[in-house]
């Protein structure tokens, strides 16, 4: 028998099983089966290391608001982040769709609380446009991804085999739950018309309104079959669909929220060696770094069941783009099938293996350069760097460094500085005769006494084309009036590349004397031209004055009129400012830098397709000076490239390690004569109105 108005889904009886019943058993049996397939993916995190993620609930509370529900970061991809948003809201108004489905299996004349009146009809409009626009979404999103293919989707041969087919698989699976529930209204509101009951409101030209009236001639009981069949359907998709997602990429619509609640905060910071473990007691720590899964802690762990594979990361990422054996992508994918393998949801888990020669390779670890452009795109707030970092401890903790690299560390511990030079030569850049007659830089060494500090670091100190941005970087705070000063030989490298490839101790040692002398200096601030030595001191290291970075200072005295600049000689040049990763993306300084070239009378600037937080990196990140990376091109000739298609001749900087390796990158591209680049302290230096100044600029002209 029909039940009339097809209201009555769970007093109808099948196969002799009331309706109530057989949906009841139905649903717990989802619902368990969901929650034990969870159970053993958590499995691992309670194996995990720990990690201190319950701070600040506010600002992660206003984290998730912004990067999951606002969905803040997915229109940076135009029509893909467009689909996803679409999917995404359509997903959070159904969810009160599926549970009244649910409900209406077990119980007769179930309502949503709250959903009645006014509210109600609101809500049933939405709701039909939203799996209208869901499935329309589907269809989209299939196409792309089997059609079209963008090239970020795919999947190289040595990272396994493509994804395509499981992804069009669950978009088609969405897609059936889509008109299953349309169909599931449709039928009703038909079979309402066909016996003259009030009919349930569907919205005009949505998926349920079409399917109504394309069923009105259609005889109850087919009305009633389909009515029963969508339900069943739709009620299998629910489950299959939430039990499947644990298998494979989709589980991030189930872990993507606590990711992005759990993610971190502050930019620029690494994770401890072991969160819990204070500096004094590392020498208890048997074991340093990522070796086995377990190593990595629970939150890392959350990160690789969060992954969406959407390949933005490894869009972005420079080192993957010049063709180094790294992908973000897929460090992310390979540890996530690394724990469904070793973690399975219908076996006792199986005894790991070292991850460096398994599933990840010395050269792949090694070829990041940290520089933040994976983190900056990802729109479920997936960390990299402290994974890579960490990893990297864990090789250097086994002996495991590049060859390229052993010098340069070994030189640092013994010499304070990479180059290995000797350390009371390290304030010899002040000695140049015609810098010294014009400018005096005093040691603050217990005869002198300054408020503020200029660190210096390792690379402007000893090499001999980057003094020449320490020295204008002097004339500059001088001009300025500023009462500065420097360490001298009491200063040593900030350890910052020490300690992000993996060097921890190393970095410890150069940190805590770096610290002694800058506290014994007296100075109440710290100025740096170099954006690692200023991450270091503002984020490493700890009791120290505030410190900024030059552009700063420089910004805030022309905005002063403390400094006035003349304007520029050649007004045909077209300058454009690249963004050093340590300055940008990892402290958030864009405007800075900008404001101060924009300050310049007559300077044409333009930006590069790439700017901002979406930088692309020059690849001279401290160490990786030294390290000799398998790619098929330089990332400072890429970089340089951008330039000049953007129009520009002149490439301006300001950071030391984005210096050698552009101006190298220039060499190498055959660009000499065509392209120059500067710092920006060097341009400032040049551009100064002097009238009694005693410090006058010596930098040549670009």
């Not at 499995?43 to 701070?55: A, E, I, K, N, V």
């Not at 984290?63 to 359509?90: E, M």
């Not at 402290?386 to 070994?410: A, T």
């Not at 410190?547 to 403390?562: K, T």
């Amino acid at each position: 028998m029909i039940p009339e108005g097809m209201n009555s889904i769970a007093q109808a009886t099948y196969w002799s099983i009331p309706g109530h019943l057989l949906f009841l058993v139905l649903h717990l049996l989802g619902v368990v089966c969901f929650s034990y397939i969870v159970a053993k993916r958590m499995t691992p995190l309670l194996r995990g290391q720990r990690d201190f993620r319950f701070d600040r609930p506010w600002a992660r509370l206003e984290r998730v608001l912004q990067f999951w529900l606002g969905q803040w970061k997915h229109p940076r991809y135009r029509t893909a982040g467009a689909i996803h948003i679409l999917i995404f809201a359509g997903f959070i108004i159904l969810v009160a769709r599926a549970f009244s489905l649910l409900m209406q299996g077990i119980t007769t004349n179930f309502a949503m609380p709250g959903f009645s009146g006014s509210a109600g009809h609101v809500y049933d409009i939405a709701k039909d446009y939203a799996a209208t626009i869901v499935l329309l979404c589907m269809v989209v999103a299939a196409i792309r991804r089997g059609i079209f293919k963008p090239a970020r989707y795919r999947v190289p041969a040595r990272y396994g085999k493509d994804h395509t087919p499981d992804a069009i698989f669950l978009l088609a699976s969405i897609g059936v739950l889509m008109a299953a529930d349309g169909l599931f209204a449709a039928s009703q509101a038909a079979s309402q018309s066909q016996q003259g009951l009030p009919v349930e409101f569907l919205a005009t030209l949505s998926l349920p309104w079409i399917l109504k009236n394309a069923l009105l001639a259609t005889s109850p009981t087919t009305l009633w079959n389909l009515h029963v069949g969508s339900y069943l359907v739709h009620e299998l998709a629910f489950f299959f669909l939430l039990c499947y997602r644990p298998f494979g990429v989709q589980f991030h619509v189930e872990t993507s929220l606590f990711s992005i609640y759990f993610a971190k905060l502050d930019r620029g910071t690494l994770k401890p060696v072991r969160w819990g473990v204070s500096d004094e007691q590392l020498d208890q720590v048997k074991s340093f770094g990522v070796k086995k899964f377990e190593d990595f802690t629970w939150k890392h762990m959350l990160d690789f069941y969060s992954c969406a594979d959407c390949g933005r990361c490894s869009d972005q990422c420079p080192a993957n783009a010049v063709g180094r054996p790294l992908s973000p992508r897929f460090l992310t994918i390979k540890a996530r099938d690394y724990s469904y393998r070793h973690y399975p949801v219908f076996d006792r888990p199986i005894e790991g293996e070292p991850l460096v020669g398994s599933i990840y390779s010395e050269d792949e670890i090694w070829s990041c350069t940290t520089c933040g452009a994976c983190e900056a795109e990802c729109p479920l707030l997936v960390e990299y760097i402290d994974k890579i970092v960490d990893l990297r401890r864990g090789m250097v903790d086994d002996g495991k460094v590049p060859q390229s690299l052993q010098k340069p560390l070994k030189a640092l511990e013994s010499r304070g500085n990479p180059y290995g030079k000797m350390e009371k030569k390290r304030g010899d850049w002040v000695k140049n005769k015609e810098f010294q007659q014009a400018c005096e830089v005093p040691i603050l060494n217990g005869n002198h006494a300054a408020d503020t500090l200029y660190f210096v670091d390792s690379i402007t100190s000893y090499d001999d084309r980057i003094q020449s941005i320490g020295r204008a970087t002097a004339r500059i705070l001088r001009h300025a009036g500023s009462n500065f000063g420097i360490l001298g030989a009491a200063e040593k490298d900030s350890g910052h590349e020490a300690r992000r490839f993996g060097e921890e101790l190393l970095f410890m040692a150069l940190r805590d004397h770096n610290v002694e002398a800058i506290q014994a200096s007296g100075a109440r601030r710290i100025v740096t031209a170099d954006p690692h030595a200023y991450n270091a001191l503002k984020h490493d290291y700890r009791d120290l004055p505030p410190v900024e970075h030059i552009s700063q200072f420089i910004a805030r005295e022309v905005s002063a009129g403390n400094i006035q600049l003349n304007p520029v000689p050649d007004e045909s040049k077209v300058y454009t400012y690249h963004d050093p990763c340590y300055l940008g993306r990892h402290n958030q300084l864009y405007d800075a830098p900008r404001e101060v070239l924009d300050r310049v009378p007559g300077l044409k600037r333009v930006e590069m397709s790439r700017c901002r937080d979406r930088s692309f990196c020059c690849g001279g990140g401290g160490l990786a000076l030294f390290y000799e990376p398998k790619e098929d091109q330089r990332m400072g000739v890429k970089r340089v490239q951008m330039a000049a298609e953007a129009g520009a001749n002149v490439i301006v900087t300001a950071c030391p390690f984005c210096m050698v390796n552009i101006e190298d990158a220039i060499k190498v591209a055959g660009m000499e004569g065509t392209m120059t680049a500067i710092d920006l302290a060097e341009l400032v230096d040049q551009q100064i109105s002097r009238t009694d100044d005693r410090c006058l600029s010596s930098v040549s002209r670009p």
